[in-house]
C-alpha cells in the first residue's frame, strides 16, 4: 500500500516537473512581496530572483533595468530623448519616480549593495540610471543558477508616459528590478528610451499584491490567492509562468467584470477580465466584443492564445498616459464616455495591445533593436482584424457617411512622412518619435500587407502560422522572419526585404506619358509579311497610329509592376516588367488610339507612396465628355483608396 502510495506520489512529482517545463526555457524565476503605498504614491517591495546562465560562459556580473529611473529627473535619457513629454502628456516636476534599491544580496550569502553601480550602454549619458550592474564575487559557472533577494522602494511618477499614477489610479509598469537578457553570451540590456522598453527572458512570476482593501487591483497572470489582512489590507497572489514582464494596476474606481471565453478550433479556453473606470461603464461592451475579437483572430490566425487570464485596464481620463500599452497576459485600452460609436478608437486598440501578446508576449523579440518585429507585425495584424469585424474600407471611422479604414490610416503616415529612416534601425536611433512610428508601425504593415498580395493570401497566412509556431518563446530576430518567408514561399525574397527592411527610400511607379499619332506610309524596306499587313491596313482605308506609353519609377526602390492598357476600342492590354529601369516604352501600332494606361491596376502595390500619379488617360477633344468621365474615374478610384463615402 506504502510502495502504491509512493509510486503514485512519484508519478505525480514526475507529472508535475514534467509540466513545469513549460512552454518556454524558464530562465529567470520572480517572487516578489509588493505593497502599495498610496499615500506615498510607490510600492514597497521584496524580490527574490533566480536566474540561470544558459551560456557556456562563466558571467561575473549581472545587469538589471530599474526603468522607473527613467523618470528620476530631466536629465535621464528618456527625458532628454522625449523632452519631457509623451503622446501629448507631460512630466510633472512635483511628482518624479525612480526605483532606490535598499539591499541586493545573493541568498544566503554576501551583501551586494555595496557593488551597485549604474552603466549607460546605449549613450553614455552618466545621468541615466536606468540600467544597474552589481560585480559578482564569484562567477555563476556555464548552465548554473543564481538566487538573488533585493530589497527595492520604487517611487511612482505622475503618470505622463506608461507607468505612474494619477489621484487613485496607480498603473504600476516596469517597477521592480528586472534583470537583462544574456544573449550570445554578452548582456542585453539596454536603457529605458523614448522608443522602446522591452526585452527580457521567460519564466516563472509569482507576485504578493498588497493594496488597502477598497482598492481594485488587476496584474498579470492568474490570481490563486487573496487574504484579507488585519490592517485593511488585502493580498493577491498572481502567478504566471512563460512571461518575461510583470504589470499590475490598482484603482478603488475600477469596476471587474469577469467573463469566461473559449474557442474550438485552435482549442482556447481562457477568463476575460475588465477592469473599467466608473466613468466609462457606458464602453464595457464594446471593450469586451473587440477583445473576444482580438482572441479569436490572433489564436485563428497565427496560434491559440495560451494563458489562463487576459485583463483590459481601462484608465481614467487623467490617467491616459498610462493608455494604450501592452504587458504580459494584460494591457491598457483607451476610451472616452463620449466616443461615438462609428470610431473605432477603443476597438483598435483593444485589438492593437491584446495582439502585442503575441508578437511582444509570446516571441519575445527584442524591442530596443528590431521593434517592427512587434510593432510592425502587430499593426499589420491591427489592420487585417479591424478589416474583418469592423469593415474593409470603414474600420477606423463610419460616421456621418464618412468612411475611413485603419489600412487607409496607416497608408496616411507613410505617404507623409520623409526619408529619414529604414524600418529596421535601433529605436532610439530614428530620427524622430515620428520617423519611428512610421517606420516601425506603418511601413512596416504596409510592407507586409504588400507582400501578401504579392505572394496571395494563402501562402502569407502560412508564412504568419509557421513563424509564430517556429518562434515562440524563443526571442526570434529579422533574420528569422524573412527565413520563414522564404522557406514557406519557396523564393528568394532577399531583393524584397533588403530594400523595404533597410532603405530609407520610397516605392512610386508612375505613368509618364501617352502618345497615339497617326502614322503615314511607312518608307525603308519591309520584309514580305509585314508589306503584307500594310496592304490589308491600306485596302481598308484605315488610319493607323503609333501608341507609346511611358512608364517612370520615380521612387529608388524596385518592385515588379503590371501595365493596363486600353484602346479606344475596348482592347485591353497587360504588360509586365521588372521596374528595374528607371523607365520602359510599350509601342502598339494600332488602327485606334490609346485611351488609358494604368500601372498596377489592382493596387497591389501598397507601398507606392502615390497613386494618383498610376494612371493617365489620354487628352483629346473629340472624346471630351468621355475623357472626362474616365478622368473622373481614375481620380474617384484613387480617392477611394484613402477616404471612402
Ligand atoms: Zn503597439
Given at each position: ?13 514526475a507529472f508535475a516537473q514534467l509540466t513545469s517545463a513549460g512552454l518556454s526555457k524558464h530562465i529567470v524565476d520572480y517572487r516578489i512581496k509588493a505593497k502599495l503605498i498610496p499615500e506615498e504614491k510607490a510600492v514597497i517591495g521584496e524580490e527574490t530572483l533566480t536566474w540561470l546562465n544558459d551560456s557556456d560562459k562563466f558571467i561575473s556580473e549581472l545587469q538589471f533595468h530599474l526603468y522607473l529611473n527613467a523618470f528620476k529627473n530631466e536629465r535621464s535619457t528618456f527625458m532628454i530623448e522625449s523632452r519631457g513629454a509623451h503622446r501629448g502628456f507631460k512630466s510633472d516636476e512635483k ?256 485589438i492593437h495591445e491584446f495582439g502585442h501578446n503575441y508578437w511582444y508576449g509570446i516571441l519575445g523579440s527584442n524591442e530596443f533593436e528590431e521593434a517592427w518585429l512587434d510593432e510592425g507585425i502587430n499593426s499589420y495584424s491591427e489592420v487585417k482584424a479591424m478589416q474583418k469585424y469592423y469593415g474593409e474600407d470603414r474600420s477606423m471611422v463610419n460616421i456621418g457617411g464618412l468612411k475611413i479604414s485603419d489600412f487607409v490610416s496607416q497608408r496616411l503616415n507613410v505617404i507623409g512622412s520623409g526619408k529619414m529612416d529604414p524600418i529596421v534601425k535601433k529605436a532610439w536611433k530614428y530620427y ?214
Open positions: 500500500m506504502k510502495k502504491t502510495f509512493l509510486l503514485v506520489l512519484f508519478c505525480v512529482f511628482n518624479w519616480g525612480y526605483t532606490k534599491i535598499k539591499k541586493i544580496q545573493i541568498k544566503d550569502g554576501p551583501d551586494l549593495t555595496s557593488a551597485i553601480e549604474y552603466i549607460q550602454p546605449d549613450d553614455n549619458n552618466k545621468n541615466d540610471q536606468t540600467v544597474m550592474r552589481v560585480t559578482l564575487p564569484n562567477a555563476v559557472p556555464p548552465h548554473k543558477k543564481i538566487t538573488l533577494y533585493i530589497e527595492f522602494y520604487s517611487k511612482l511618477p505622475k503618470v505622463f508616459a506608461r507607468s505612474g499614477f494619477h489621484d487613485n489610479f496607480f498603473m504600476v509598469a516596469q517597477w521592480f528590478p528586472k534583470i537583462g537578457v544574456l544573449w550570445k553570451g554578452e548582456w542585453n540590456c539596454h536603457q529605458y528610451h523614448l522608443n522602446s522598453e522591452f526585452f527580457a527572458d521567460f519564466g516563472v512570476y509569482e507576485v504578493e499584491i498588497t493594496a488597502p482593501e477598497e482598492y481594485v487591483v488587476g496584474a498579470s497572470g492568474r490570481r490563486i490567492a487573496e487574504v484579507k489582512n488585519d490592517d485593511g489590507t488585502k493580498t493577491y497572489t498572481h502567478y504566471q509562468e512563460d512571461i518575461h514582464d510583470f504589470a499590475w494596476t490598482a484603482c478603488p474606481d475600477f469596476k471587474e467584470f469577469k467573463v469566461d471565453y473559449s474557442l474550438e478550433n485552435p482549442p482556447v479556453n481562457t477568463e476575460i477580465i475588465l477592469l473599467i473606470h466608473r466613468t466609462h461603464l457606458n464602453q464595457k461592451d464594446r471593450y469586451l466584443s473587440s477583445l473576444k475579437n482580438g482572441i479569436e483572430f490572433y489564436s485563428q490566425n497565427y496560434g491559440a492564445y495560451p494563458y489562463p487570464t487576459i485583463t483590459l485596464v481601462d484608465p481614467p481620463i487623467k490617467g491616459l498616459g498610462a493608455g494604450g500599452m501592452e504587458y504580459p497576459t494584460l494591457f491598457t485600452s483607451m476610451t472616452f464616455s463620449w466616443m461615438p460609436r462609428g470610431i473605432y478608437l477603443p476597438e483598435m486598440v483593444t524622430s518619435k515620428g520617423s519611428y512610428a512610421v517606420n516601425a508601425y506603418a511601413k512596416a504593415a504596409l510592407m507586409l500587407l504588400t507582400l501578401e498580395k504579392y505572394l496571395g493570401e494563402g501562402i502569407m497566412s502560412e508564412i504568419m502560422k509557421t513563424y509564430f509556431e517556429r518562434w515562440k518563446f524563443k526571442h526570434p530576430t529579422t533574420q528569422d522572419f524573412v527565413s520563414v518567408a522564404e522557406e514557406v514561399s519557396a523564393q528568394d525574397l532577399s531583393w524584397f526585404f533588403n530594400q523595404f527592411l533597410y532603405s530609407p527610400d520610397k516605392l512610386d511607379y508612375a505613368i509618364g506619358s501617352l502618345r497615339k499619332k497617326e502614322v503615314k506610309e511607312p518608307k525603308g524596306i519591309f520584309d514580305e509579311k509585314k508589306e503584307a499587313v500594310r496592304e490589308k491596313e491600306k485596302k481598308n482605308k484605315e488610319k493607323i497610329y503609333r501608341n507609346e506609353v511611358a512608364v517612370v519609377r520615380k521612387g529608388e526602390l524596385i518592385f515588379p509592376q503590371e501595365i493596363l492598357i486600353v484602346f479606344e476600342n475596348g482592347e485591353k492590354i497587360r504588360e509586365e516588367w521588372d521596374g528595374k529601369d528607371r523607365w520602359k516604352r510599350f509601342v502598339y501600332f494600332r488602327p485606334y488610339r490609346l485611351e488609358s494606361a494604368q500601372v498596377d491596376p489592382e493596387n497591389k502595390v501598397l507601398l507606392d507612396v502615390n497613386f494618383t500619379n498610376n494612371s493617365l488617360v489620354r487628352k483629346s477633344k473629340k472624346t471630351f465628355p468621355f475623357k472626362c468621365a474616365l478622368s473622373l474615374m481614375t481620380s474617384f478610384q484613387n480617392f477611394l483608396s484613402f477616404v471612402s463615402f
